[in-house]
C-alpha cells in the first residue's frame, strides 16, 4: 500500500525528531549510575588532583559515585585510547592534559586515538605555569646567566622533567630552541621522581609544576629563575616571567580539562558543562587551585575546543624545531 506523500513527511519528520528526543530524556535521568573519570597520570600529582577536586563535587552535586581511575602509561595516551573507545554516554570521561591532547601528537610516530575527532570537550578545568628551579649549587641567578652558562659548556647541563611530552619536557625544549643552547633532558615518570635528584645536585634544573615546586621554592631549598607563563603567578609574585628575562611571548604551561568520547550526546554534554563550571565557581574549589599555584578556567566547549585546535600547530612547531620524539 502507498503511503500519501503529506503522511510520509510526517513520518519522516517524526523519526529525525526522535533521536533528539532520545537523548533529551537520556539527559533527563543523567546520571542513573556511577561516572568513571579516566587520569594518564599517577595518584597526587596536578591531573589526579584536579580531577579528584571535580570529582568530588560531582558526587556532592548528583549523588552517584564519580570514581577517578588512574590508568598510566605513554604520558596520557593509554588513558585516552581508553577513553577514546568508551560508549559515549556519559559515564567515561576523559581527565585530558595539554600534553596528551596537544603535543603528543606530534611526539608519538603513532597514537590510538584522534585528540580532534575522538573526544567532545566539556571544559577546561585550570592552567598551571611551570618554575624553572635549579639545585642551589649552581652558581648562576638569572637566566641570562644560566643561558651563559650553558654556552660555556654545551651539553653538560640537565634538565628534568615529569616525562616525554609534558609541559615541562617541552618548555625546556622551547628554551633550547629560543636560547640556541644544548641541554641534556632527563625524563621521570613523574614530578614526585624529579625533586629528590633536583635537591641532591644530580640535576641542574628542572621545569616542574608549580605545585610540586611552590614550598621548595618559598623555603629555598631550590631556586627559582623564572615562570614559563605570560604573567607572573600570583603564588609566587617575585619570581619574573621567562618573558621579563629576554624572551618574549615564552609561555608553557599546563592545562587540564574534561572531555568525552566523541559521539556523547550534546545534551549530557551540556549538563557536564554546566556542573563543571558551577564547581569551578565555588570559593572554596579556587581557593584549593590557587593554593597549589593553578588558575581555575571553566570556559565553553566550543572555547575548548578551539584552544585545542590552535595549540596542536604551535607546538608541533617547536618539537620538530627541537628534534624532540617519544621513544
Request: charged content about 20%.
Amino acid at each position: 500500500m502507498q503511503i500519501p506523500r503529506r503522511a510520509f513527511l510526517r513520518l519522516a519528520g517524526s523519526a529525525l525528531v526522535l533521536p533528539t528526543a532520545t537523548q533529551f530524556a537520556s539527559a533527563q535521568g543523567y546520571p542513573d549510575k556511577p561516572i568513571r573519570i579516566l587520569v594518564g597520570f599517577a595518584p597526587a600529582g596536578p591531573a589526579d588532583i584536579a580531577a579528584r577536586v571535580l570529582g568530588e563535587k560531582l558526587t556532592e552535586a548528583w549523588g552517584k559515585p564519580v570514581v577517578i581511575e588512574n590508568v598510566t602509561g605513554a604520558a596520557g595516551n593509554v588513558s585516552a585510547e581508553r577513553a577514546a573507545k568508551a560508549a559515549p554516554d556519559g559515564y567515561t570521561l576523559l581527565l585530558g592534559a595539554s600534553s596528551t591532547i596537544v603535543t603528543n601528537l606530534s611526539l608519538y610516530e603513532k597514537i590510538g586515538f584522534d585528540p580532534v575527532k575522538d573526544f567532545v570537550p566539556i571544559s577546561q578545568l585550570c592552567v598551571t605555569p611551570n618554575i624553572l628551579a635549579l639545585n642551589n649549587n649552581v652558581p648562576v641567578k638569572s637566566v641570562t646567566e644560566l643561558v651563559a652558562l650553558a654556552k660555556a659548556q654545551p651539553g653538560a647541563l640537565t634538565f628534568g622533567s615529569a616525562g616525554v611530552g609534558t609541559s615541562q619536557h617541552l618548555a625546556g625544549e622551547l628554551f633550547k630552541v629560543r636560547a640556541g643552547i644544548k641541554l641534556q633532558h632527563v625524563p621521570y615518570r613523574g614530578i614526585a621522581q624529579v625533586v629528590p635528584d633536583l635537591l641532591g645536585g644530580r640535576l641542574t634544573m628542572v621545569f616542574g609544576n608549580i605545585s610540586a615546586l611552590l614550598q621548595l621554592s618559598r623555603e629555598n631549598k631550590v631556586r627559582a629563575l623564572a615562570v614559563t607563563s605570560l604573567k607572573r603567578a600570583p603564588s609566587l609574585p617575585d619570581t619574573p616571567t621567562m618573558a621579563e628575562q629576554g624572551f618574549p611571548g615564552f609561555d608553557a604551561t599546563a592545562w587540564f580539562g574534561v572531555l568525552a568520547p566523541s559521539g556523547t550526546p550534546a545534551p549530557i554534554v551540556a549538563r557536564l558543562h554546566a556542573e563543571t563550571v558551577k564547581i569551578l565557581a565555588m570559593p572554596d574549589v579556587r581557593k584549593r587551585f590557587a593554593d597549589l599555584g593553578m588558575e581555575a578556567i571553566g570556559n565553553s566547549p566550543a572555547q575548548f575546543a578551539e584552544l585545542i585546535r590552535t595549540e596542536i600547530p604551535v607546538w608541533a612547531k617547536v618539537i620538530k624545531e627541537s628534534g624532540a620524539k617519544a621513544e
